[in-house]
């Protein structure tokens, strides 16, 4: 049997290249870079300019049969790629996994989200979100999965290194005291993600922890694990009241084994320098 043909839209970025890396063993992966030259001798990897390229040229010269969008850059070159994907899906037999965002319900803060609860957002980022979800929801359902994730943690993250940069400079960290959410590292979602494939799954799912906690106690709970610093901590506060950003699952539930709680996302940060 042949190997399932994937294609990473965004594989060099932090995201992108995590699910390359978890993907790359078991299936025909491809990539996507912008920028980084490093994977210019990489046969695996294409250059693919998100404001200068057209899309067409490197789905066909994949010929994928699952394509995942981690693209990150201008938001209307990302509205433009994500039109010519959605031609492209019409034509082929391919499905698109589209990694979304809880911020597609950040103008709802009274509750938690779940997966069919409408989506609203303040936010142009999540708005950008929304906007390539309808898009995909026009498409016949098995050809796509939207896959909304939460803030993103992991030793190698963007948001690790900023506090790790923070605490080795003295430089205050911002932490939002009522925000609760929920929250994912880089390793669980791979798996999470890799499993989906497996199963062929398509639908809507929230991958992020099952459980819930405040976002400053899980960033003092995250310094603490890295080791005995005296943060500076700088408050943010949007609102005096509690407000949810946490995307739930509770229709397209994973298994046991890979469903993950905040707590398991804390206890992996034991850094390794």
Do not use: W
């Amino acid at each position: 049997m042949d190997k399932k043909k994937i294609l990473i839209l965004g594989a060099s970025g932090f995201i992108g290249n995590a699910i390359y890396k978890e993907l790359c063993s078991y299936f025909d992966t491809y990539g996507t870079y912008c920028s980084n030259a490093t994977y210019s001798s990489n046969k695996k990897f294409f250059r693919y300019d998100l404001e200068e390229d057209d899309i067409f040229r490197v789905l066909e010269r994949v010929n994928p049969d699952f394509i995942i969008s981690a693209l990150r850059g201008n938001f209307a070159s990302q509205i433009q790629a994500h039109q010519h994907l959605m031609e492209y899906l019409i034509k082929k037999d391919v499905k698109l996994y589209f990694l979304s965002s809880a911020n597609v319900f950040d103008a709802y803060s009274k509750f938690p989200s779940y997966e069919y609860d409408k989506t609203l957002s303040e936010s142009v980022y999540g708005r950008l979100k929304i906007k390539i979800e309808n898009m995909m929801m026009r498409l016949p359902k098995e050809k796509t999965a939207i896959l909304r994730i939460p803030m993103v943690f992991g030793n190698t993250s963007p948001r690790i290194k900023e506090i790790r940069s923070c605490l080795e400079n003295h430089e205050p960290i911002e932490v939002f005291p009522n925000l609760i959410v929920n929250v994912i590292n880089d390793d669980r979602l791979t798996q999470q993600i890799h499993y989906l494939i497996n199963r062929d799954q398509t639908g809507i799912f929230h991958l992020g922890s099952i459980d819930l906690i405040q976002h400053e106690e899980f960033i003092k709970e995250v310094i603490k694990r890295m080791g005995n610093f005296h943060p500076i901590l700088k408050r943010v506060f949007t609102t005096n009241e509690d407000r949810y950003l946490a995307a739930l699952p509770k229709d397209h539930k994973l298994p046991k084994n890979l469903e993950v709680r905040y707590q398991d996302i804390i206890d992996h940060h034991i850094v390794i320098e």
